[in-house]
């Protein structure tokens, strides 16, 4: 997507081979247009997938979920991090381990706001490892609901994490993918724009 | 406002004399339609403060932040919270305690973000005691920002945020004003609605 990937280019800040500080637009500071523009791509990505649901990870993930369901006009569920496991029979979770942060996270969702029998759509900011996106998989698949597709802001295709989900046999799609880091320059994989 | 208070009434649930959950449509599943309602509504009540840019804190706020800033085409930002306070001379930090967990939590906004000389519109999900809406005032101090008003999704009325907001001479929007619990029901404060 050639917006955000100027704006990726314009504002994103390269720290080292491997990370990129987008928080000037998607996870501290918000453009809100481009969420917009965002929500529109991803609701046009998946338009056939009949979407009732839309499952994000706080807090990053929440603006651009809420603009794409604006255009599905379907409701947000956004699951809670929490670092410790409490057990508790009205939510379902499970964990994911953050690369960056090196640190597990119990990540959880009550079973009332993912009920068996729908159709839903895991958006993200980022996908590096994965981790973040299997665990939502896994919440939807706790519920007894069905993943209709993966929409993913900023891959790092270098990483692991989009064959990891392809190989899980889901629809991913991401709206600026990132092959490399050359020398503080990002390099776009070629996706035919 | 008529459309919130109904959804409350309709969907919110009253767990004790203070405690309203309201997680179905605001802090846990969102309601995106209702957020671009709220987002419309506070861009009316505070049309005339030539707002340059919204802050909001994680994770409840950012949805109604994001509504609203695309009404007034501003950018969001949101302070992160943080359960140690790290010195980083980057960020502006402030303490704010939770009396619902009985925590503090540091909470934290880059300096980068938050520049002087700004018109920052304060948002947030709910007032109880004001200890979030103060802690995001002192920020914006810090700053050497201007607070041009506080916005609120719901007010417990009967605890003392408002109060303290007023008395420190800032305007105070709030959308939902509710005046007590009372055997389980939700008592509006009479907002000539």
Chains 1, 2 share one sequence.
Do not use: C, W
């Not at 839309?54 to 991090?81: D, M, N, Q, W, Y």
């Not at 670092?83 to 939510?91: D, Q, V, Y």
């Not at 090196?102 to 969702?109: D, E, G, K, Q, S």
């Amino acid at each position: 997507m050639r917006l955000l990937k100027e704006k990726i280019k314009n504002e994103g800040i390269v720290l080292n081979n491997s990370i990129l500080k987008v928080d000037a637009f998607l996870n501290h500071q918000i453009d809100p247009e481009l969420m917009m523009e965002l929500g529109r791509e991803f609701s046009k990505r998946f338009a056939d997938k009949k979407v009732s649901k839309i499952l994000t990870i706080e807090s990053s993930g929440i603006a651009v979920a809420l603009t794409t369901a604006l255009f599905f006009h379907v409701p947000v569920v956004f699951a809670r991090k929490q670092k410790s496991s409490t057990m508790n029979e009205n939510l379902y979770s499970t964990k994911v381990f953050s690369f960056t942060k090196n640190i597990t996270n119990n990540v959880a969702v009550s079973k009332k706001f993912l009920p068996p029998g729908e159709n839903i759509l895991i958006l993200d900011d980022f996908l590096a490892n994965g981790e973040a996106a299997m665990g939502l998989v896994d919440l939807v698949h706790q519920a007894g609901s069905n993943v209709v597709g993966i929409g993913i802001v900023i891959e790092k295709s270098f990483q692991p994490g989009r064959k990891r989900l392809i190989d899980a046999g889901y629809q991913v799609e991401s709206l600026a993918r990132i092959k490399a880091f050359e020398k503080g320059q990002i390099v776009f994989a070629d996706d035919n724009e």
